[in-house]
């Protein structure tokens, strides 16, 4: 999919009335390296940033606070891993619109004004709270929508976007394990500096979705990029770390949360000065966690005369 169209910033989301056609046309894009030479796969499902006229015109926000839970240009900044030899995947439609971190099934019943036709999940506390797989509030907590929604909606969302990526997601994951033995999928994040969080939170959900020793080399991976360092907390791992969290089926999931702060003015949401340096630094992290001999997670090397 082409970028959006910019604003006066060149930061503004797409407003055309073409852009729900687009998405519903091409709902992610994936970047991959010619050869896939590393057994990792990257995803970005909160970066998007095409919002449909719909979703602007039945919201009670302005544009900029339906942005407030982007994870903005994060498939930028990981966008290097293309080059070392990895996949990236990156949702091009918006977390507000539809959160790929979340169960299909995890959706506020309360939200429509008729009755679904599809499977919903006892309401837990986080979608009570209004972060389902079809958000009701942006990160600050302001309500999105003036009205209920028509049923319709959630079925569309959900077969023409959801089920679409996490298809190509999966695909990749398995692709990739075939190829090594092992597949690592790392879902890619950013968090509001508001929190008070270090540069860096990985998530593993408390070992469960990660062997210790690969947490731990990510962990020495972005020490020696001068990040600081927390594991599971705020951020533990969400749906995708947990999918893909099966060690015994030769899969593991690993979260990473970038603070907004290094990149990001958050207020208006423009990449900073020192985006590019930031990028470069990061990437040089990355270079050193998927240098990770893929024999130690039960996997295999690929020779490159193999190729």
């Excluded at 969302?157 to 090594?180: D, G, N, Q, V």
């Amino acid at each position: 999919m082409a970028p959006p169209p910019s604003g006066p910033d060149g930061e503004s989301p797409a407003l055309g009335d073409s852009t729900l056609d687009l998405l519903l046309a091409e709902p992610f894009r994936v970047l991959r390296p010619a050869v896939q030479t590393l057994p990792f796969v990257f995803a970005s499902g909160h970066s998007g940033r095409h919002y449909p006229d719909r979703l602007i015109a039945e919201s009670r926000l302005d544009p900029l606070t339906l942005r407030r839970s982007e994870d903005a240009f994060v498939d930028e900044l990981f966008a290097g891993v293309a080059a070392m030899g990895a996949p990236l995947i990156a949702a091009a439609f918006p977390r507000a619109y539809c959160d790929v971190n979340r169960s299909a099934s995890e959706i506020d019943a309360a939200m429509f004004d008729a009755a679904l036709e599809i499977p919903v999940d006892t309401p837990t506390p986080r979608v009570s709270a209004g972060l389902g797989v079809i958000p009701r509030i942006v990160r600050d907590g302001a309500e999105i929508y003036a009205r209920k929604l028509a049923p319709h909606e959630a079925q569309l969302r959900l077969s023409r976007l959801y089920k679409p990526y996490h298809a190509a997601l999966a695909a990749l994951a398995e692709e990739t394990r075939k190829r090594f033995g092992v597949a690592v999928v790392v879902d890619c994040h950013s968090m509001p500096s508001a929190l008070s969080v270090p540069d860096i939170v990985l998530g593993d959900r408390y070992g469960a979705s990660s062997p210790p020793l690969l947490t731990g080399w990510a962990e020495n991976a972005f020490i020696g990029g001068r990040f600081s360092i927390a594991r599971n907390a705020p951020y533990a791992g969400g749906y995708t770390t947990m999918l893909y969290g099966r060690g015994s089926a030769g899969l593991f999931g690993l979260q990473i949360e970038i603070n907004r702060a290094l990149y990001l003015d958050e207020d208006r949401i423009q990449r900073k000065p020192g985006f590019e340096a930031l990028k470069k630094r990061l990437t040089e992290s990355l270079a050193r966690l998927t240098a990770i001999d893929p024999s130690l997670l039960g996997g295999r090397n690929i020779p490159l005369a193999a190729e």
